[in-house]
């Protein structure tokens, strides 16, 4: 893993961010907005700030159990250091950037990140049926995104066919033994389907989408608290497919963090659903502080503190 990359990856990440930033605020008329932060209800605050890290702590059960699966033991402290260090590469291209927490793992404990990045990509993965499922319930409801949403099921369940397949796997990948280029990577390639084969069997599937169910539902929670705490009374459903059809958008753009694509997603549903653009601007910026650079900062203080231990080590 090209770490220096990766660094220059997340500044230019922030970058684009700020720029988002201001083109939200002009977007959304500056007055209005400040007009807007100034009637906030500030008691719902603590508990928007708090639903996102209720996220990221059914997320750790989720990585967590990946591990075991794997037979990946980590101290806890310092699992969770790793965890959250992913946290803070959010902002990478399609969330590459969280092949950290396998580079790190590579590094501390000896383990090859063929055996570990599975676990990011099952994660991902479990992640998008989650919100699949979130969002498909809104759709019902809301009649937007059916189209996408069927292609993206029908996508993912080829997918998990043909990981749950190994015969079929090995006989696509045994082409591959017959060049040069890719003999050397063979056991690593076949480690890497290996553990994949092993977390999306149907048990640790059901379990971790479960979770991913729960988790990504608080992330509605925020964007209905955040409404009502403007003035605006928003059905808790329609939030909740809100966020979780932006992931979807989001995920499939491949921008970092899904900046541009996920906040103008965001902002059109709402306006969508009878929100004024300024509060549907306002609701949009305090929503992405909570969930996503929120949850960057605590990956920078748990990145911090993890090579500090490391040093003090």
């Known amino acids: ?56 702590f059914f997320r750790y059960m989720k990585w967590s159990y990946y591990l075991k699966l794997i037979d990946v033991e980590v101290a806890r402290k310092e699992n969770i250091l790793i965890f959250l260090s992913g946290l803070a590469m959010t902002i990478t291209p399609g969330k590459v950037g969280e092949l950290l927490k396998s580079y790190l793992l590579k590094e501390k404990k000896g383990i090859p990140m063929s055996s570990t990045a599975p676990l990011i990509i099952g994660e991902r993965l479990t992640d998008g049926i989650s919100v699949f499922i979130l969002a498909a319930i809104g759709s019902i409801t809301y009649q937007h995104g059916l189209k996408i949403l069927f292609f993206i099921l029908i996508s993912i369940i080829g997918f998990i066919w043909l990981m749950q397949r190994p015969k079929l796997v090995y006989k696509l990948l045994d082409p591959f033994n017959h060049i040069k280029a890719f003999r050397k990577f063979d056991t690593s390639i076949k480690n890497f389907y290996d553990k994949t084969h092993i977390i999306l069997q149907t048990k640790p599937l059901i379990f971790a989408i479960s979770i991913g169910v729960v988790s990504w539902f608080f992330e509605g929670v925020v964007i209905y608290l955040t409404a009502l705490a403007l003035g605006f009374k928003l059905p808790l459903l329609a939030c909740v ?21 996920v906040e103008g997603s965001v902002v059109t549903l709402l306006m969508m659903m009878g929100l004024t653009k300024d509060i549907s601007v306002a609701t949009t910026i305090i929503t992405r502080f909570s969930t996503l650079w929120l949850g960057v900062v605590l990956g920078l203080v748990g990145l911090i503190l993890l090579y500090k231990n490391r040093v003090d080590a």
């Open 1 to 56: 893993m090209d770490v220096q990359k990766l660094k220059k990856g997340f500044i230019f990440s922030i970058f684009i961010s700020m720029i988002v930033f201001v083109g939200l605020s002009i977007y959304g008329d500056i007055d209005q907005l400040v007009k807007a932060f100034i009637l906030f209800d500030y008691r719902y605050l603590p508990f928007i700030l708090l639903l996102a890290p209720l996220n990221y």
């Open 241 to 261: 497919f809100v966020v979780s059809f932006s992931f979807i958008i989001g995920a499939l753009s491949m921008v970092p963090g899904g900046l541009f694509v």
